[in-house]
């Protein structure tokens, strides 16, 4: 929906996905023309949304933040007839890194995927009390609502040790996980047996009072 972040019309571009080839896309709408843009909107108020997949760090938090807890709260977040809540929705939302910080061109690290994922968690909450609903249900939503992968997760360990057995002639007899940052690379090394060996190297995000978390 062309209305979604208020903002849109002024930089004249959207940063955020919707993986539905399908569907109509209303064109951007002109600047301050947004009683168009929402009349254009209408055919896709029963679109319906199963999941949300965050791949890369938001270019545009406040649309991407916006977008993702309209589509967790709400069945048919382009609607004025439905109610905003629906106590029976389950809708996931899975983020592919759990970092908080990394390291860019700029001399202190920056904020990464993680702490986007904390500003969701946060503002998911506050939406989710301001419409009244019991805190136990918050959170109940919130465990279920957050899938993470990524560095250190299970998955991502299941999944680096498959492929890279496929890729040798005989069964590995060890896996090195190198990489700068202690709280996720050398911490995927610890969730794996004594197979797994884990190097930091003191570069990117490491600073020298970083713990060591089980590195080489």
């Not at 048919?76 to 899975?94: G, I, K, L, W, Y």
């Amino acid at each position: 929906n062309p209305t979604v972040d208020p903002f849109a019309a002024a930089r004249g571009q959207s940063h955020t996905a919707v993986a539905n080839e399908a569907a109509p896309r209303p064109a951007s709408p002109a600047r301050g023309d947004f009683a168009a843009a929402a009349s254009s909107a209408a055919s896709s108020e029963s679109d319906n949304f199963d999941s949300v997949v965050v791949m890369t760090d938001p270019h545009d938090w406040f649309e991407a933040l916006q977008a993702t807890i309209d589509v967790v709260v709400s069945g048919a977040p382009n609607s004025s007839t439905v109610m905003e809540f629906d106590p029976n929705r389950r809708v996931q939302v899975h983020f592919s890194n759990p970092d908080i910080f990394w390291k860019a061109a700029h001399p202190q690290p920056r904020f990464g995927q993680g702490a986007f994922r904390l500003a969701f968690e946060t503002l998911l909450r506050s939406r989710l009390n301001l419409l009244k609903a019991p805190p136990a249900l918050i959170d109940m939503r919130l465990r279920e609502c957050v899938v993470q992968w990524g560095k250190p997760s299970v998955p991502t360990l299941s999944c680096a040790e498959r492929r890279l057995t496929n890729m040798c002639s005989e069964a590995p007899r060890s896996f090195w996980m190198v990489g700068d940052n202690p709280a996720s690379d050398m911490a995927l090394a610890c969730m794996g047996d004594e197979s797994w060996r884990g190097v930091l190297v003191k570069t990117g995000v490491y600073v020298d009072t970083d713990a060591q978390c089980g590195a080489d």
